[in-house]
């Protein structure tokens, strides 16, 4: 069974860090692409950032580029998202995907981590 | 704002047939497939239909998808009560070099 689960998430203060972990289980890891998506409170879903298999290609939303890193390794099973200089805009609950075989779908996701950036 | 737009709403009655639409331009979903996921509140997406018209194993048939030009279209027929839920497309978009999601549409079961 495909298991994703997310850690790291907490309150943080603005220009703060915080790092996000997704822990993979059932399905071998190193063969697919990993995905960040988040959701701020009463707001949709937004794409954050995907990382191939293996860390060849990496994208990010405009909204995160150059604050954020999404990197993974392949030998713990574990996917991450480092986040740097945060704004109140990045409170959301972030969710950790695996990717469709090449397809730009998510198949699976994790339960969320909820990130609060405030004061 | 979301650069694949659905409607903010949609509604329904137990039974009923109905269609959410979901519109792109040529660099997203022109060029690439749509996919549509559920999602309710608490829980995490879920994965409805992948390639314009694949439904994962698992969901049933009563959700369809559909894609013409630049825009897609997810159908739900024999509408339940527990298929209100927010339902969001998506596409890769080669211009930004990443997945945009639309909106999302509110699902109401009247």
């Known amino acids: 069974e495909v298991q994703l689960l997310e850690s790291g998430g907490g309150l943080v203060q603005p220009g703060g860090s915080l790092r996000l972990s997704c822990a993979a289980s059932?399905?071998?890891?190193?063969?697919?692409?990993m995905s960040w998506v988040r959701q701020a409170p009463g707001k949709g879903l937004e794409w954050v950032s995907s990382?191939?298999?293996?860390?060849?290609?990496?994208y990010y939303a405009d909204s995160v580029k150059g604050r954020f890193t999404i990197s993974r390794d392949n030998s713990k099973n574990t996917l991450y998202l480092q986040m740097h200089s945060l704004r109140a805009e990045d409170t959301a609950i972030y969710y950790c995907?695996?990717?469709?075989?090449?397809?730009?779908?998510?198949?699976?996701w994790g339960q969320g981590t909820l990130v609060t950036v405030s004061s | 704002q979301s650069v694949l737009t659905q409607p903010p709403s949609a509604s329904g009655t137990p039974g009923q047939r109905v269609t959410i639409s979901c519109s792109g331009s040529?660099?997203?979903?022109?060029?690439?497939?749509v996919n549509w996921y559920q999602k309710l509140p608490g829980t995490a997406p879920k994965l409805l239909i992948y390639?314009?018209?694949q439904r994962p194993s698992g969901v049933p048939d009563r959700f369809s998808g559909s894609k013409s030009g630049t825009s897609g279209s997810l159908a739900i027929s024999g509408l339940h009560s527990q298929d209100e839920a927010d339902y969001y497309c998506?596409?890769?978009?080669?211009?930004?070099?990443?997945?945009?999601f639309g909106g999302g549409t509110k699902l109401t079961v009247l």
């Open positions: 998506t596409a890769w978009d080669d211009s930004l070099n990443g997945v945009l």
């Open positions: 040529n660099s997203n979903i022109g060029s690439n497939t």
């Open positions: 390639s314009n018209n």
């Open positions: 995907a695996k990717r469709l075989r090449n397809l730009w779908s998510f198949d699976y």
């Open positions: 990382i191939s298999n293996n860390a060849g290609n990496i």
């Open positions: 059932g399905f071998t890891f190193s063969s697919y692409a």
